[in-house]
């Protein structure tokens, strides 16, 4: 396993960062807690959950499988999603975030969290509220550094369009006034998708990664599985991304003709689609550390293999010719099946 500075920061991460979204959903407690001892005993530091993962059964059994080896272990966690039905039961203002925090801090059974992420932008809470009530954090001990997570979910974005915002500025904002004007530990991590349909983090999000010594954290390495042979004609009905997205229609045309191409591409080079998904995303000089989020032993195990393996220039030159750098074929084709969904069901 390798190591990469996450940005600025003193903090070493692996290349492979552990997710653990599955865990306590489809994941039972017995499969959770072999598939994190067996990353671990691979050399994979950190982990990531959330506080409305599994509704806080992911945290939970991550606690309790690391009980006796928390010195091996960071754990990176994250708020803003709803975990009640009251009016203050998500967001980032302060009052959320210290609850959160407190919250994560007893399920997980430690007394910090390493990195604390942001899990979206909360924009209607000022952004010196959030950042002065991470700093109080910090200052008291209970987390390490904070982290941020740009991209909203398609709701979100229909949701936030009639603001005019644009979501990448608010990373900026946030560096500048945490290491300018409020003199406060500022992000040293952001979490984005990125994978070989999901490339728009390319345009805005790397490059001010690297201006502001953000480390870059990618999520969603496989589409959310939508990068296999599985989705190649009709979605599988079982599948979490049919369930969630739909995603058929002719809106679904462009991308499935991309899949078809990635994965003639993928066997050209002796790998499944998955695997060559890993290899690229790994080869990537941008990225500080890769979350796979396995429901399987095997597909932890195929992930930690494939993350070793190298793409050449030239496999990444025709893997360019088939989705641009800086283009979007998954999440922009959610957001228009998303938004004509919503359409249809207001006509």
């Known amino acids: 396993m390798e190591f990469h500075q996450l940005g600025r920061s003193g903090l070493r991460v692996s290349t492979v960062t552990l997710g653990t979204f599955n865990f306590g959903g489809p994941t039972d407690e017995a499969a959770a807690e072999e598939i994190i001892h067996t990353a671990l005993d691979a050399g994979v530091n950190l982990v990531d959950t959330a506080n409305a993962y599994q509704d806080g059964r992911s945290e939970?059994?991550?606690?309790?499988?690391?009980?006796?080896?928390?010195?091996?272990?960071?754990?990176?966690?994250?708020?803003?999603?709803?975990?009640?039905?009251?009016?203050?039961?998500?967001?980032?203002?302060?009052?959320?975030?210290?609850?959160?925090?407190?919250?994560?801090?007893?399920?997980?059974?430690?007394?910090?969290?390493?990195?604390?992420?942001?899990?979206?932008?909360?924009?209607?809470?000022?952004?010196?509220?959030?950042?002065?009530?991470?700093?109080?954090?910090?200052?008291?001990?209970?987390?390490?550094?904070?982290?941020?997570?740009?991209?909203?979910?398609?709701?979100?974005?229909?949701?936030?369009?009639?603001?005019?915002?644009?979501?990448?500025?608010?990373?900026?904002?946030?560096?500048?006034?945490?290491?300018?004007?409020?003199?406060?530990?500022?992000?040293?991590?952001?979490?984005?998708?990125?994978n070989l349909l999901e490339r728009e983090v390319e345009r805005d999000i790397l490059p001010i990664c690297r201006e502001y010594g953000v480390?870059?954290?990618?999520?969603?390495?496989?589409?959310?599985g939508y990068l296999s042979e599985r989705f190649l004609g009709e979605p599988p009905a079982a599948a979490r991304f049919t369930e969630w997205w739909s995603p058929s229609g002719a809106i679904w045309e462009p991308v499935q003709r991309a899949l078809a191409a990635l994965l003639d591409l993928a066997a050209e080079h002796g790998q499944s689609l998955p695997e060559f998904?890993?290899?690229?995303?790994?080869?990537?000089?941008?990225?500080?550390?890769?979350?796979?989020?396995?429901?399987?032993?095997?597909?932890?195990?195929?992930?930690?293999k494939a993350t070793g393996t190298v793409v050449d220039a030239q496999a990444r030159q025709a893997v360019d010719a088939i989705v641009p750098p800086g283009s979007s074929l998954w999440f922009r084709t959610i957001e228009q099946g998303h938004r004509g969904k919503r359409d249809s069901e207001e006509c």
């Open 60 to 194: 939970q059994i991550l606690g309790k499988a690391i009980r006796h080896r928390r010195d091996d272990v960071l754990i990176a966690t994250k708020c803003y999603n709803e975990v009640g039905p009251g009016p203050n039961d998500w967001g980032n203002s302060a009052y959320a975030i210290k609850r959160e925090c407190e919250r994560s801090l007893r399920r997980l059974g430690v007394d910090h969290i390493d990195i604390f992420h942001l899990h979206r932008h909360d924009l209607r809470t000022p952004v010196e509220e959030t950042l002065g009530a991470l700093a109080d954090l910090v200052r008291d001990g209970k987390v390490r550094y904070i982290g941020t997570s740009t991209m909203p979910s398609p709701e979100e974005m229909a949701e936030q369009a009639g603001l005019g915002v644009v979501p990448t500025w608010r990373l900026v904002e946030m560096a500048v006034l945490a290491r300018g004007s409020l003199g406060i530990p500022g992000p040293v991590a952001e979490q984005s998708p990125y």
């Open 215 to 224: 480390g870059f954290v990618a999520y969603s390495p496989l589409a959310m």
């Open 277 to 304: 998904a890993h290899s690229w995303l790994a080869g990537s000089g941008d990225v500080t550390s890769t979350i796979i989020g396995p429901r399987t032993l095997e597909q932890l195990t195929l992930a930690l």
